[in-house]
């Protein structure tokens, strides 16, 4: 079985306050312990001021918890912000939402990098991104360690966020506050896209203005020592399914095997998009279970 806890992604934006805590209820039911603080319950919080005392008291109630989250993203909310007039903004919400990480007993979050296969983004430099990047970090990080969360940065499949990038900008922060999320989707396309013409990862890396993807098979190897989380979800390598594992062609007895050997990690995360592939509570819980059993 797995050594680490595992968390349930579930896409809440399209919930009503009504149903919530039935599907919370259903995850308990189904034999699940944890939940994932997405991005989108942190934007409710911020929008509907004590909806996280509200939140706290519906887990509770259905003999649950979180245990990680995720920062909004996006453009004008990633730490490469691309847009001067944006960025201070951009990194007064990624404070506030380290306090909600506080304030929810949540003590890891995922804060992308960014991206850079839009425009202004796909015309500056890739080095000016990770310069970006690192300015962020110097200002979130005395944050992070004032409320005991711990960022972790996220392979994706552009330029910008490739496990080679990441570790360059870990090796800048050595406190213990910043480590990596794995996302083994992302890993896919990256190694497995290479064979889809059409897919995520060509497409990404030629708007960003570069014909050939740098392909990588080794991305777990790479940011093992310092992955504190992971995101599990299976794909072809076309695009980011986010599907059910074995229903794509991620490698996960290797994946598993090198995860249990991670020194930092904290939690295994599903984040396999339920709604989106019409899969059942039960049949999600039950597929992690079965992927604890191989490790």
Not at 25 to 54: N, R, S
Request: negative net charge.
């Amino acid at each position: 079985m797995f050594r680490v806890p595992v968390t349930y992604f579930f896409d809440f934006v399209s919930v009503t306050d009504r149903m919530r805590p039935y599907i919370m209820a259903e995850f308990a039911a189904a034999g699940a312990k944890h939940l994932v603080l997405t991005d989108a319950l942190i934007q409710q919080i911020i929008a509907k001021p004590g909806l996280e005392d509200e939140l706290l008291r519906e887990m509770s109630d259905a003999g649950l918890s979180f245990l990680d989250a995720h920062a909004p993203f996006g453009p004008v909310l990633d730490m490469n912000c691309p847009f001067p007039e944006k960025r201070a903004m951009m990194i007064t919400r990624a404070k506030l939402a380290l306090e909600i990480c506080n304030a929810m007993k949540v003590d890891t979050i995922t804060i992308h990098v960014g991206n850079n296969h839009f425009d202004p983004a796909a015309a500056i430099p890739a080095a000016v991104h990770t310069a970006r990047v690192k300015e962020a970090l110097a200002e979130l990080l005395p944050v992070a360690e004032k409320n005991g969360v711990i960022i972790c940065i996220e392979n994706i499949w552009f330029q910008v966020n490739t496990p080679d990038v990441l570790n360059s900008i870990k090796a800048e922060f050595p406190t213990d506050f910043l480590g990596f999320c794995y996302d083994s989707g992302h890993a896919n396309i990256m190694d497995r896209g290479r064979d889809y013409a059409t897919g995520n990862a060509w497409s990404g890396w030629r708007k960003a203005g570069i014909a050939v993807p740098e392909w990588e098979d080794k991305a777990l190897e790479k940011m093992l020592p310092q992955t504190v989380i992971c995101h599990l979800h299976d794909n072809t390598g076309w695009n980011d399914a986010h599907d059910l594992p074995g229903r794509g062609n991620v490698d996960w007895p290797k994946i598993l095997k090198l995860l249990d050997a991670a020194p930092r990690l904290k939690l295994i995360q599903s984040e396999v998009a339920p709604q989106r592939k019409l899969i059942s509570i039960p049949d999600l819980v039950a597929k992690f279970e079965e992927l604890g059993r191989l490790v």
